[in-house]
Each structure stands twice: as structure tokens, then as C-alpha cells.
């Protein structure tokens, strides 16, 4: 569309009679000089753009905006709720509100507000940030010496008074314990095939942190002889009953353990990915602890921590021990911490674990298991013992993920001749009760200004999607963090349909997206999971 200029008029005429104060009527009487036409032009046509750019000078660009490419959140990290200038803007008060309400411009080019927005939506400040919000390597936050409080950072006093408002270095670790779960994802759908007898080459994305053992997790389900021939188009590690699943790492660098004011040794669990740990899931039968008969845990979840792959090749939980005690002999005299983390299925390992290594690990250094989207692993006696033994466990919950709320019943019974079977369930027989363990910090889809209210479940889920929200958490009722840098273009390229029209559309525009939806520049490493 095009408008027509307007013939010149003699002298500057004001586009608005004020009967207020001298000042009021000079700021009113001369129009800027890029509004000035002359007569020799009166019969050019002026382009839209052109045209907008002049309303913006005389607008002060005051006019209220459609959505723009980047949230206008309030960058104050203390969240105070009481000011906004999109508030302000919306009020329409002061001079350049006054303005506005005079042209009347609402009604007399309807597609002027919009394109307004557009316009500035795609300023070079904003294609800049777009730029480096769809970079694929991390732009995390300076780091700050935690060296005197990483004990509080590691749950000694159960994280009270860190997380709302969400401590700013306690967010930083969050997101990297996140980001070495993600790297187990890539490892294992690398090569998911790999075998517990041949050792394994990892690369982690924080290279302060070297691997120093494979971890395999062996389901000890009996498989029925007809899914090998209904499932004859999968892939073999579908069906294999042990399956490569994390890691162990240490930090080995002098000057991150300096800042972090301890050697951290973590282990990173992915979530479910084959077709018997999806079966493990669904066994939420509860069985006794050995050594705790008011202790019991899923039969699913202990299956997959206990079996071992063969005669000579230890289960999880004990090659994790193992492993655990050997570097805390190798750094004896240092100061240590343990951290295990994982996301949904591993989340529930996790636990599991570190209630082993508690019982196992003479002396053993604080130890914290740090969750993303983890299901519910025990009865309340469960969570009794491992609060008792001293491990700290934080929760983060995303309040729209389904996966926080289960198991809530339907146990599947593998007792008697039945024994490992699946299928040999009794549903609702003998329903017993779960409970969470430890400490929850609770994130929420719908805060995002990026993710559509109603993502669905497995968005919700999503490993991803999980590290954005604690990235822009700031607090209860707080907007989401305007300065947050963590990239968007794993999100975009896994969780497009979840993504905000606007934002998919902008970027498409621009050239970032492909046409399948994917951000350019993004390793395809799909997590393949619960995360979808």
C-alpha cells in the first residue's frame, strides 16, 4: 500500500490546536523536518516504510507495540512487579501519548501500528541478540567465585532462601548439570549400540569435567518371543537389554575448582530411550529394600539399577560405586562433592544411586542429586531414609509435566511364576503410595514469552525445554528474565510446533529457519526420550 503526499501548505501548520502553556504550543507548532513536503512533490507517491519511519521520529516511538521479536520484560533481577514501562507505554501518558491519541492513527491506517512494530522489531539491536540467541554454543553468564557458599549452592541446608528468588550462580550450575545430561543423550544416540565390554571416547561440552567411566543400565525383563517379530523394522538397540546410559565425570581443572572452592566427581544419567526401559517404567510395583522393609521403590526403576548384563560385568549401581570410590581414594585430602543428575528416568536412578553410594561410600564427601522432570521413585519410608542419610536431592518441575506426577498407581505385580514378566500384571492389587524426595523448584512453561501457554506434554517434558525456563526463572510471579542468553536454537529445532507463531514466522523471514522448521546451524543430536 502506498500513500499519497499531501500538497505543501504555505506555512508549518501544527497537527493539533493546544490551549496550553507557549512551550507546549512550539513543541506542537513545527512539525520535524523529514514531515515537510513540497509542491513539486505533490503528485509523488510516498513509500510505506519511508512514511513509518517519519510517524516513528514524531511518535518518539511511543506507540504501543504488537508482540515484539524479544519479551520487554523488566530486567531487574530483584523482579519488581510494581513497575513496567509497557505499562507506561500503554497508559498513553505524557506528551508523545497526547500525540498519538490526537493522530488518531488507529483509525486512519490500520495497518500502521503493526508495521510499526515489524519494523521495529527487526532492528539491527534486535537481529544482533537474534543472531546470538540462535548461535549453537553457550553464552553463559560470567562466573562468580563460589568458592566461600558452595557448600549452600550444594544443598547443605536444603537450598533455603536460593530458589525464589532463584540465586543467579545456583542458576548457572543448574543449567550446567542440565547441559552434561544432555551431553549423555548425544553420547548414547551416537552410538546406541555401544557395548559394556568396549571402552567408550566422550567429549563434554564443559571441558572442566573429564569422563572417566561408561555407565550401562540392564533391564532384566523377559521379552515375549513375538516382539522381536513385531518390532522387526526397529533398530536392534531397541530391544537390547543393556544399554549404555551415562557417565561418570570429575572436574580436572585447577582453575574451576578453585572457583568452585571443591573437585566435583558427577554422574550425568540420560532418560529413557529403548523399548525395555520403557517397559521398566511402567513395573511400579513396590518392593522392600533389603536392608529396609519400610523402604520401598519402584520395581522398574530398581530392575534397571541393579541387574547386571552378565556374569562378569557389574550392574549400575555398582559400577557407579565403584568408580565413585576410586577417584574419592584418588583425591583423598581434597575437597569433594558428589552431584548426580539426570532427567526422568535417570532422575529416578539418581536417587536410587545415591542412596547406594551413601550406604557404600565410607567418609564420603556431601553428596546432592540434582533432577530435571524425574517421576516419583519410592513410598514415603523411601524418602524418609534418604533424608536420614543426609543426601540432598533438588527437584526441578516443570508444574505442566506429567511425568512429576507419576506413579500414581496401577502397579504391575511380578511375583511368583510370573516373575519379570510384564505382562503378568494385576491392576490396582495391593495400590500403594509414592512420594517425592527432597527439595522442588518448580518452573513453568507458561512463563515463557517464546513458548506457546499450551505446549504439550512432551514439550513440557522436554530436557530443553527444561534448561530454558531455569535459564529465564528469576522467581514466583516474576517475568522471565530478560538478560537470559541461553541459545535458542536447540529448542526451535526440537520443539518447533511449541514455539510461538510469531517468533517461528520472524525467524523464517529472516533466513534462520529452514523450511522444515529447524534453526540453521543445529547439530541434529536428536534426544530421542520422554523428551521427544
Not at 502553556?21 to 513543541?27: D, T, V
Not at 519511519?53 to 523488566?74: D, G, I, K
Not at 516443570?398 to 514378566?421: C, F, I, M, S
Not at 506434554?457 to 535459564?471: F, T
Request: net charge positive; hydrophobic share 35%.
Amino acid at each position: 500500500m502506498t500513500v499519497g503526499a499531501l500538497p505543501a501548505p504555505s506555512r508549518a501548520v501544527s497537527p493539533v490546536k493546544s490551549t496550553g502553556s507557549s512551550n507546549r504550543e512550539n513543541r506542537h507548532r513545527t512539525p520535524p523536518r523529514s514531515l515537510r513536503t513540497t509542491a513539486s512533490a505533490a503528485s509523488a507517491t510516498v513509500d510505506t516504510r519511508s512514511h513509518i519511519s517519519n510517524l516513528e521520529r514524531v511518535l518518539l516511538r511511543s506507540a504501543p507495540h504488537a508482540p515484539s521479536l524479544f519479551p520487554r520484560s523488566s530486567p531487574d533481577e530483584n523482579c519488581d512487579k510494581t513497575t513496567s514501562s509497557a505499562v507506561r507505554d500503554a497508559g498513553g501518558s505524557g506528551s508523545s501519548g497526547g500525540l498519538l491519541h490526537a493522530l488518531n492513527l488507529s483509525t486512519l491506517f490500520t495497518s500502521v501500528r503493526s508495521a510499526v512494530a515489524a519494523a521495529d522489531e527487526v532492528s539491527p539491536r534486535s537481529l544482533a541478540r537474534l543472531q546470538r540467541l540462535l548461535s549453537d554454543s553457550s553464552r553463559p553468564s560470567p562466573k562468580d567465585s563460589i568458592a566461600s557458599r558452595w557448600r549452600l549452592l550444594h544443598g547443605a541446608q536444603n537450598w533455603s532462601g536460593l530458589l525464589d528468588p532463584l540465586d543467579e550462580n545456583l542458576r548457572r550450575e543448574l543449567v550446567r548439570y542440565g547441559d552434561l545430561v544432555q551431553a549423555a543423550y548425544r553420547i548414547f544416540h551416537s552410538n546406541p549400540s555401544a557395548s559394556p565390554s568396549r571402552p567408550r571416547y566422550m567429549v563434554l561440552p564443559d571441558r572442566n569435567y573429564r569422563a572417566t567411566r561408561s555407565l550401562f543400565a540392564t533391564s532384566s525383563v523377559e521379552i515375549p518371543h513375538w516382539v522381536p517379530q513385531a518390532a522387526s523394522s526397529a533398530p536392534p538397540w531397541m530391544t537390547q537389554s543393556s544399554s549404555w546410559i551415562g557417565f561418570v565425570a570429575v572436574c580436572d581443572n585447577d582453575r574451576e575448582i578453585a572457583r568452585m572452592g571443591r573437585r566435583d566427581i558427577v554422574v550425568a544419567l540420560r532418560g529413557t530411550a529403548t523399548a525395555l526401559e520403557w517397559v521398566e517404567n511402567l513395573r511400579t510395583s513396590l518392593h522392600p529394600l533389603p536392608d529396609s522393609p519400610d523402604s520401598k521403590v519402584s520395581c522398574g526403576f530398581m530392575s534397571l539399577a541393579k541387574s547386571s548384563p552378565g556374569p562378569n560385568i557389574p550392574s549400575l549401581s555398582t559400577t557407579v560405586v565403584n568408580e565413585i570410590r576410586r577417584l574419592v581414594d584418588q583425591y583423598a585430602g581434597e575437597e569433594l562433592s558428589i552431584t548426580i543428575t539426570g532427567h526422568s528416568l535417570g532422575a529416578a536412578l539418581a536417587i536410587l544411586i545415591a542412596d547406594e553410594l551413601a550406604d557404600k561410600i565410607e567418609n564420603a564427601p556431601p553428596i546432592s542429586v540434582i533432577s530435571f522432570g524425574g517421576p516419583r521413585v519410592g513410598n514415603p519410608g523411601f524418602a524418609d531414609r534418604i533424608e536420614k542419610k543426609g543426601v540432598k536431592v533438588l527437584r526441578v518441575v516443570n508444574a505442566n509435566d506429567v511425568v512429576t506426577r507419576v506413579p500414581a498407581g496401577l502397579p504391575v505385580h511380578g511375583g511368583g511364576e510370573d516373575k519379570g514378566k510384564w505382562w503378568g500384571s494385576h491392576v490396582l492389587d495391593g495400590l500403594e503410595g509414592y512420594a517425592h524426595v527432597g527439595t522442588e523448584l518448580r518452573v513453568d512453561n507458561r512463563d515463557s514469552p517464546y513458548l506457546k501457554p499450551n505446549a504439550d506434554p512432551a514439550c513440557c517434558h522436554d530436557l530443553e525445554a527444561y534448561l530454558h525456563l531455569v535459564d529465564g526463572f528469576m522467581g514466583t510471579g516474576c517475568p522471565f528474565r530478560s538478560n537470559a542468553k541461553r541459545s535458542l536454537a536447540r529448542l526451535l529445532s526440537q520443539q518447533r510446533p511449541n514455539v510461538k507463531k510469531i517468533y517461528v514466522n520472524r525467524l523464517r523471514s529472516l533466513g534462520a529457519v529452514e523450511p522444515d522448521g529447524d534453526a540453521f546451524g543445529v547439530h541434529h543430536g536428536r534426544l530421542v526420550s520422554p523428551s521427544g
